[in-house]
């Protein structure tokens, strides 16, 4: 079993920066994938971003490429999303999950979730 708890969701003025935290626990990660979805409301879960936790390499969704950054903190088990450049379009409930293999987009292919952390962006 893998835990997974998010935070840092609050709301934002658009254009500015918010940093999401997903602290991990419960096993060893090292051949997990740890990735970032996002739902609003009426929508369909989203991937946004993934990291593998072993080799570090990230994937994007292409709204987000350039203006997301994700990165680990292998000695605290945790995974940081930081968000630039924020939307309108980006408000949303972040979700952190966490799977054991290799990179999958479909939130389907997940096992593990957190809660989800509310994101709000004012225009």
């Known amino acids: 079993q893998v835990q997974l708890v998010e935070s840092g969701g609050r709301l934002v003025q658009a254009g500015g920066s918010l940093r999401l935290s997903c602290a991990a626990s419960?096993?060893?990660?090292?051949?997990?994938?740890i990735a970032w979805f996002r739902q609003a409301p009426g929508e369909e879960r989203e991937f946004v971003s993934a990291?593998?936790?072993?080799?570090?390499?990230?994937h994007y969704a292409d709204s987000v490429k350039g203006r997301f950054t994700l990165s680990r903190d292998n000695a605290k088990n945790t995974v940081y999303l930081q968000m630039n450049s924020l939307e309108p379009e980006d408000a949303a409930v972040y979700y952190c999950?966490?799977?054991?293999?290799?990179?999958?987009?479909?939130?389907?292919?997940?096992?593990?979730w957190g809660q989800g952390t509310q994101v709000n962006v004012s225009s």
């Open positions: 999950a966490a799977r054991d293999g290799g990179l999958r987009l479909g939130p389907r292919e997940y096992a593990y």
């Open positions: 419960g096993r060893t990660l090292s051949n997990y994938v």
């Open positions: 990291i593998s936790w072993s080799g570090g390499s990230t």
